[in-house]
Every structure is written in C-alpha cells, then in structure tokens.
C-alpha cells in the first residue's frame, strides 16, 4: 500500500530483503532522516513507519518478480537521490556437490542471489536512465565470492556473479557517461538468521563451521545495527568511494 507514502520525496531508497538482518538495519538507519524514504522489497514486512513502503515479492518466483517490478520503481519524479541496495540473499543448502545435493537449488539460490538483483538493477537503470537524480546501486556482496568456501559452492558462486555483474556494469555506466555509480559491498561476518543457519551445519559437509561457532561463542559477529549504520554512512559518501568492490571492514 503506497497510502502514507510520499511520492514527492527527496532520497530513495529501494532495499531488497529490508524485514530482518542487514538490510532491515539499513531501512531503520536510513528512516532516521526524514528526507529519505524507503521501499522494501522482500516476501514479509516487520517496519511500521511513514516513510516506509513494502513492496511484497518473491525472488524465487521469476515470472511473479517480472510482473510486478513496475510497483517497485515508480516515477519518484521530485528525488534527488535514487538508490537500489540488491541486499536480500540466500545461502541455499550447505553440502559438497556430488553428495546428495538436489539439482533444484541450484536454481533457487541463483535465482535470488543473482537473477532477480540484475533484473533490478537492469530495471532500476532503464527507467531512471532519463531521471536527473543521483544513482547509485549497492550489489550486497560477500568475501565467499572472493575464495572457495567448502559447503558453501553455488553460494560462492552467486556472491562472484554479483561482483562481476557490478564490475562490469560500472564499466558501462563510465562508456555512457551516464554517472551512476555501481558498487559490490561485502557486508562482514554479522550476527543474522544467515549465521545461525551457518551454525546450525554438520561438519562433514562445511569444514569451516567451529570457526563460526566461535565467532559467536567469543563475540566477534558484528551486530546488524552496526553494520547498518557504516554502510548508511557509506551511502551519504559515496563520492569518496572510487573502487567497485568495497567492504564494511574498511568503512
Ligand atoms: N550475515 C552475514 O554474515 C553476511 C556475510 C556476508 C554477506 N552477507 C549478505 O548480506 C545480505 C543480507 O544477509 P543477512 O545476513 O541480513 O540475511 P537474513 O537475515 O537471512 O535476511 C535475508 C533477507 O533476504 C530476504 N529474502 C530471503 N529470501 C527471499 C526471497 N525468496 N524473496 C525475497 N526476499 C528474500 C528476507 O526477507 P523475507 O524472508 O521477508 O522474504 C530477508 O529480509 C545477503 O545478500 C547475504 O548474502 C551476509
């Protein structure tokens, strides 16, 4: 329902994946400031605010996302800032391939991790491509697509799709001139449902999982709110940010 929302509003911000973890600590962080105003895009809803609009979707469900992403990007016509945050992602099944993994979730986690943020990005620049405003769209990266982490290969995969997509997307924004700035951010290692799922792993199938056990046990998860905060900072500053891989480590 877009009833208490602003059409007229100053900066825009549209996250995916905005009802927990990462990306809801982006939403609440962003909603301190009146200016802006925030779309959330995921399958539930759990932020009450005025500037607050949920857009229901499903990524694992292509044909529906496709249908529906003209509700997503409306005309905002008065923003002087447009940002697409691609944040909502799955880990998918831990497990080696070749062991018992079915074929199905290749498609899922690819499917949420990879296609639907590059059919929002492709969206998200096609019809703002003549909108005067500021753009910039944060692809939500990980280290795991950086190196191989056993257990975790189509999730590997999908994080290094994600920066390549974003390299290769900021190489064409610069060709055109258009100015819109594409980054690959890697969040850190923060304390959300996606960790307690990495804990939950049988050893056999993810060799890692007392490391992250311990980053528990010792305290060494950065919390989302933290986490929310540096990359909201990061997003007042993107003009100090020239590289398109960037970390929350060295934020
Ligand atoms: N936590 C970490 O340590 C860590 C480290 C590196 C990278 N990351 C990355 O950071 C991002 C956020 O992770 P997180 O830890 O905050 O995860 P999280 O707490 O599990 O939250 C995931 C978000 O994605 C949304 N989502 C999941 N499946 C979806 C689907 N089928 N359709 C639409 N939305 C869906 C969820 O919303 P609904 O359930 O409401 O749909 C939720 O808001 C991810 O891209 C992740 O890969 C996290």
């Given at each position: 329902m877009i009833s208490n929302f602003n059409l007229n509003a100053v900066d825009i911000y549209i996250i995916t994946g905005?009802?927990?973890g990462i990306g809801k600590a982006i939403a609440e962080e962003l909603l301190k400031d009146g200016n802006n105003q925030v779309v959330g895009v995921q399958r539930t809803s759990s932020i009450k605010h005025p500037n607050y609009r949920h857009q229901p979707m499903d990524f694992s469900d292509i044909d529906a996302v496709e249908h529906n992403l003209q509700k997503i990007f409306l005309?905002?016509?008065?923003?002087t800032k447009l940002v697409l945050i691609n944040n909502a992602g799955v880990l998918g099944d831990i497990g080696y391939i070749g062991?018992?993994?079915?074929?199905?979730r290749f498609e899922f986690v690819f499917d949420v991790n990879v296609v639907v943020p590059a059919m929002l990005m492709n969206t998200f620049l096609q019809v703002y491509s003549n909108h005067p405003a500021q753009k910039v769209v944060v692809n939500v990266s990980s280290g795991a697509g950086k190196y191989p982490v056993d257990g975790w290969a189509s999730y590997c995969a999908s994080k290094a799709a994600i920066d390549m997509l974003s390299l290769t997307v900021q190489k064409e924004q610069e060709m055109r001139g258009t100015g819109t700035k594409i980054y690959a951010l890697s969040p850190g290692v923060v304390d959300t449902a996606m960790q307690e799922n990495i804990r939950e792993a049988d050893a056999g199938r993810f060799s890692a999982v007392d490391k992250f056990r311990d980053y528990k046990a010792n305290g060494e998860l950065a919390s989302p709110e933290e986490v929310g905060r540096k990359i909201v900072n990061f997003l007042y500053n993107?003009?100090?940010?020239?590289?398109v891989i960037v970390s929350v480590r060295d934020m």
């Open positions: 905005a009802s927990k005309p905002y016509s008065d923003a062991e018992g993994m079915p074929n199905e993107t003009n100090k940010y020239k590289e």
